[in-house]
């Protein structure tokens, strides 16, 4: 995090830069400020002293935007600590071809990404959507999380456990909460469950 703190700082150096040598360059028209033509009965040495000041203050304005730019665009750091976490699952569009199956609905729990383990507790149903459907609270055992390649820009991905699902972390608010989602591969109909963790 600090690394990229330190390129941030450094393009927002050259940036500083070029923008007051180009504001040096470009000349005021203070026609367009004023609705009058400024009268020149001041010293040639005042004048220019002036525009160039005012040059600089539209230059640190754009700098103090391009500023911002640069702290939103840092790569957030690898998740770490522990998190406390609510996830659900969207069974829309899916119902009749999850019909008498059992699955977790929901959940809740903790990610330690500093111990690399996922504890908690859920709801299980049973026999989905059947007329002898049942809904048990259950907690699972400690899974260990398996750092895996991201699959996309500011994400970070684990295997959980050894039967082929993976978590998907997206840190935000200055890595104090995180995006979550579980999937379970292509060869099983369960849906995927999305929630957050905040940081403990």
């Known amino acids: 995090m600090q690394a990229a ?42 004048q220019r002293s002036s525009c160039f000041q005012f040059k600089i203050m539209v230059a640190l304005l754009v700098l103090d935007w391009f500023g911002i730019s640069i702290a939103n665009a840092q790569t957030s750091a690898a998740p770490t600590g522990s998190c406390g976490f609510v996830m659900n699952k969207n069974f829309g569009g899916l119902g ?62 684990y295997k959980l456990g050894s039967d082929g699902t993976m978590l998907t972390v997206v840190p935000v608010n200055n890595n104090n909460t995180f995006m979550i989602m579980l999937d379970y591969g292509k060869s099983n109909g369960e849906p995927s469950a999305t929630g957050a963790c905040q940081k403990r």
């Open 5 to 46: 703190e330190n390129q941030g700082m450094g393009v927002r150096w050259e940036l500083m830069i070029s923008i007051l040598l180009l504001a040096h360059r470009i000349p005021i028209n203070t026609e367009i400020f004023t609705g009058s033509k400024l009268k020149m009965n001041l010293p040639m040495k005042t």
């Open 96 to 157: 009749n071809s999850n019909v008498g199956y059992d699955y977790m609905q929901n959940y809740i729990g903790i990610i330690d990404f500093d111990k690399k383990t996922f504890d908690g507790a859920g709801n299980h149903v049973y026999n989905y959507q059947k007329s002898t459907t049942t809904v048990e609270y259950e907690t699972f055992p400690t899974t260990l999380l398996t750092p895996d390649k991201s699959n996309f820009q500011g994400s970070y991905r």
